[in-house]
C-alpha cells in the first residue's frame, strides 16, 4: 500500500503527511530538551555554588564547534535548494559537506570528551560535569541520528530522484528540518553550558 | 502561489511542482541563506566576546540568552522556512511553547516558598 499525501497536499492540514510528521517529532524533541533545561537550571540555582563553564570545558574547541554546525546547517539548506532547481550533482556535493561537518562536529567533541576523560573529569565527578555530559551527549546522538539519515539520502535513499523528484525533495527538507533543529539545540547548550 | 516572491519555499511549494519560477525564487532565498549564515557567525563571535567582558552573573545570562535567541529565531524562520509556515504548523508549535515554558518555570516555582510548594 502506498504511504497517503507524500507530495499531493492534504487539503484539512494544507501540508503533507511527512511535513506534519516531523513537525509532530520535533514538538517531542523540544519537550526533550527542554525536561534537560529545566533540570540544569534546578541544579544550578540549587547549588550553593557553580562554576563558569569556561573555568573548566574548551571554549575555542566549543566555538570551532559552533562554526561547524552553523556551516553544516546552510550545506543542508543548500542542498535542498539544489534538488528545487533541479539539480542533483549540487544536491550530493553539499549534503556530502553537511555529512563531512557533522563528522567534524562529532571528532571535535572526540577530542574534548578525551581530555576530560584524561584529566579525570567525570560525570560522577559533580553535578556541572554530570548536566554537561548528559546535554552534550543526548546532542551528540542527535548529530550522528541526523548523520545517519542525511547518509541514506545521500546514498541508497537518492534512487528515489529518479523515480519521483519531489517526494525525494520533501524528505531532503524534512530530513533538514531536523538537522537545522540540531543546530538550534546548540546553539543554547553552547553559552549556556561553556561560557556562563 | 503568490507567495514565492517574498516568503522562502517549503517542500509544500515543491509538492505543487517545479517550475523557472520557482528557480528564481530559490535563487533569492539563496541570498537570503548566505545573510543569514553571515549573521549567524557574527553574532557566534559576539557571544565569546561578550563573555570575556566577565560581567555579572545575571546580566551574562540575559546577553547570552538574547544572542541565542536571535540566533534560533534566524535558524528557525529562514532554514526551517518557519517565516511562511502554515497554520497547523504554527499551532503545533504555540503549543509546544507554552508547555515548552511550563516545564523551565516549573523550578522557579518548586524552589520558592509560600506560593504554590508549601
Redesign the interface.
Known amino acids: 500500500m502506498d504511504i497517503p499525501y507524500t507530495v499531493e497536499i492534504r487539503r484539512d492540514t494544507g501540508l503533507t503527511n511527512g511535513k506534519i510528521g516531523i513537525w509532530l517529532f520535533l514538538a517531542s524533541e523540544v519537550m526533550l530538551f527542554g525536561a534537560l533545561f529545566a533540570s540544569y537550571i534546578l541544579i544550578r540555582t540549587g547549588a550553593p555554588s557553580w562554576p563558569r563553564g569556561d573555568t573548566m570545558l574548551d571554549v575555542p574547541l566549543a566555538t570551532l564547534n559552533t562554526i561547524i554546525l552553523i556551516s553544516s546547517s546552510v550545506t543542508m539548506v543548500m542542498a535542498w535548494a539544489s534538488l528545487m532547481r533541479g539539480r542533483f550533482g549540487t544536491f550530493r556535493m553539499y549534503m556530502g559537506g553537511t555529512i563531512l561537518l557533522g563528522f567534524g562536529f562529532l571528532i571535535v567533541k572526540y577530542f574534548e570528551y578525551s581530555a576530560h576523560f584524561h584529566e579525570g573529569a567525570l560525570p560522577s565527578t559533580n553535578n556541572f560535569l554530570a548536566i554537561y555530559y548528559t546535554l552534550t551527549g543526548l546532542h551528540g546522538l542527535h548529530v550522528f541520528g541526523g548523520m545517519a539519515v542525511n547518509a541514506y539520502f545521500w546514498g541508497p535513499g537518492a534512487k528515489l530522484w529518479k523515480t519521483n523528484p519531489v517526494w525525494f525533495t520533501n524528505r531532503v527538507e524534512h530530513s533538514g528540518l531536523f538537522w537545522h533543529f540540531v543546530d538550534l539545540v546548540w546553539i543554547f547548550l553552547f553559552p549556556t553550558l561553556y561560557l556562563l | 502561489m503568490s507567495d514565492h516572491a517574498t516568503t522562502p ?10 517550475t523557472s519560477d ?2 528564481v525564487d ?1 535563487d533569492k ?2 541570498r537570503i ?2 545573510s ?2 553571515v549573521a ?2 557574527v553574532l ?1 563571535i559576539v ?2 566576546t561578550v ?1 570575556r567582558f566577565h560581567l555579572p ?1 545575571p546580566l ?2 540575559t546577553v ?2 538574547i ?2 535567541t536571535i ?2 529565531t534566524l ?2 524562520c529562514y ?2 522556512h518557519l517565516i511562511s509556515e ?4 504554527y499551532a ?2 504555540a ?2 511553547a507554552a ?2 515554558v511550563a ?2 518555570v ?3 516555582v ?2 520558592h516558598d509560600g506560593f504554590w510548594i508549601h
Open positions: 519555499m517549503t517542500s509544500d511549494h515543491a509538492a505543487t511542482g517545479m520557482h528557480a530559490i532565498h539563496v541563506y548566505i543569514v549564515f549567524l557567525m557566534t557571544t565569546v563573555s552573573v551574562a545570562v547570552a540568552l544572542v541565542a540566533k534560533g535558524v528557525a532554514f526551517m502554515k497554520k497547523l504548523i503545533v508549535l503549543l509546544t508547555f515548552f516545564l523551565l516549573l523550578p522557579v518548586t524552589v
